[in-house]
C-alpha cells in the first residue's frame, strides 16, 4: 500500500531520478513528466487520482506557476509543492496567492522534504 500518488515535473532529468528516488523509498507511488505541458495533459487525461503535485517553477514552453494554476483550476483538493533553484520573494507571494501548499528552494533537504510531502497528503499546513 501507499502513502499517496505523487505527480513529479521538472524538466532536469538528474534531480526527477533523485527525487523519485527518495519519494518511492518513503512509499509514495511517483509519476514523472519532464516537462510541463505534460503533467497537465497527465493530470487531466488519467483516470488515476494524484494526491500532490511537486513542480518545478522554472521550465521550457509554461511555468510551474502556469502548472499550479492548472492543477488548482481543474482539481482544488490536490496540494501543489513548488520547487525551485531561482525564486525570488514575488514569485513565491504569488504561488502562495495562487494556492500552493509550499514554495521550496533546491538543493532541497532529503530530511525534511519527505515530512513536508507527508504534510501536503495529510493536508496539514507546515511551520515553515
Known amino acids: 500500500m501507499t502513502r499517496g500518488n505523487i505527480l513529479l515535473v521538472d524538466d532536469d532529468p538528474g534531480f526527477l531520478t533523485?527525487?523519485?528516488?527518495?519519494?518511492?523509498?518513503?512509499?509514495y507511488a511517483v509519476t514523472t513528466?519532464?516537462?510541463a505541458v505534460g503533467a497537465v495533459e497527465e493530470m487531466t487525461?488519467?483516470?488515476?487520482?494524484?494526491?500532490?503535485?511537486i513542480t518545478d517553477l522554472s521550465m521550457p514552453k509554461i511555468s510551474?506557476?502556469?502548472?499550479l494554476s492548472a492543477v488548482k483550476g481543474a482539481?482544488?483538493?490536490v496540494e501543489v509543492i513548488?520547487?525551485?533553484a531561482f525564486g525570488d520573494q514575488e514569485t513565491e507571494e504569488k504561488a502562495m496567492r495562487q494556492g500552493a501548499f509550499?514554495?521550496?528552494h533546491k538543493p532541497l533537504n532529503p530530511e525534511e522534504f519527505p515530512s513536508l510531502v507527508d504534510s501536503a497528503i495529510k493536508r496539514e499546513k507546515p511551520h515553515i
Open 64 to 67: 510551474g506557476l502556469t502548472v
Open 33 to 35: 513528466a519532464a516537462e
Open 75 to 77: 482539481f482544488p483538493s
Open 82 to 84: 513548488v520547487i525551485t
Open 45 to 53: 487525461s488519467r483516470k488515476q487520482k494524484f494526491d500532490i503535485v
Open 102 to 104: 509550499a514554495f521550496v
Open 18 to 27: 533523485a527525487l523519485t528516488k527518495t519519494l518511492t523509498k518513503q512509499g
